[in-house]
T-cell receptor, first 115, second 111 residues
């Protein structure tokens, strides 16, 4: 069974703190993704990575950075957390290539509150 | 105009009813059409997908794609309380690693 594990289910941080969200997958997937999910706005792609040390901006990368030093691990970094980054963060992974990339496997999510 | 439009309004139906969900899209290059299901406090998981136009059936679930109208649908027959979840449509051009998601529809099936 594919497993995508996010390090925390709930996080509470203060404005200005540096925040690390970690994601690990066990299926040797090439692609990994970070989304945020907000009521009325749906899933929005922050960053994705199609290989180790490679990253691509998604639709809302401002205020975020990512790191992928190993194939199985993809980290999302909030350099200086702000209240408008309070959200549910979802990590996903998939194989690469025609027909295979459409199946994304998601973690359970991290609910981040920035006070 | 967003690439994928899905009216996010919640939907409540009695058990046994047919649930009908739909999405419209603007990018004619989309080739793969997916429906993801997300239970409360969980991540989305792929329910079913269709390549190009046509219908696909899987048990009580039917997915339809009309590329000429840029319109996709998901039907759930004989709905059960266990079908209560948020359903997100998603689309891809294929050979491309990104998916374009709709906002999702929350469905509640009342026993």
């Amino acid at each position: 069974d594919v497993k995508v594990t996010q390090s925390s289910r709930y996080l509470v941080k203060r404005t200005g703190e540096k925040v690390f969200l970690e994601c690990v997958q066990d299926m040797d997937h090439e692609n990994m993704f970070w989304y945020r999910q907000d009521p009325g706005l749906g899933l929005r792609l922050i960053y994705f990575s199609y290989d180790v040390k490679m990253k691509e901006k998604g639709d809302i990368p401002e205020g975020y950075s990512v790191s992928r030093e190993k194939k199985e691990r993809f980290s999302l970094i909030l350099e200086s957390a702000s209240t408008n980054q309070t959200s549910m963060y979802l990590c996903a992974s998939s194989f690469s290539g025609e027909g295979r990339a459409i199946i994304q496997y998601f973690g359970a999510g991290t609910r981040l509150s920035v006070l | 105009q967003k690439e994928v439009e899905q009216d996010p309004g919640p939907l409540s139906v009695p058990e046994g009813a047919i649930v009908s969900l739909n999405c419209t899209y603007s990018n004619s290059a989309f080739q793969y059409f997916m429906w993801y299901r997300q239970y409360s406090r969980k991540g989305p998981e792929l329910l079913m997908y269709t390549y190009s136009s046509g219908n696909k059936e899987d048990g009580r679930f039917t997915a339809q794609v009309d590329k000429s109208s840029k319109y996709i649908s998901l039907f759930i027959r004989d709905s059960q309380p266990s079908d209560s979840a948020t359903y997100l449509c998603a689309m891809s051009v294929g050979g491309n690693n990104r998916l374009a998601f709709g906002k999702g529809n929350q469905v509640v099936v009342i026993p």
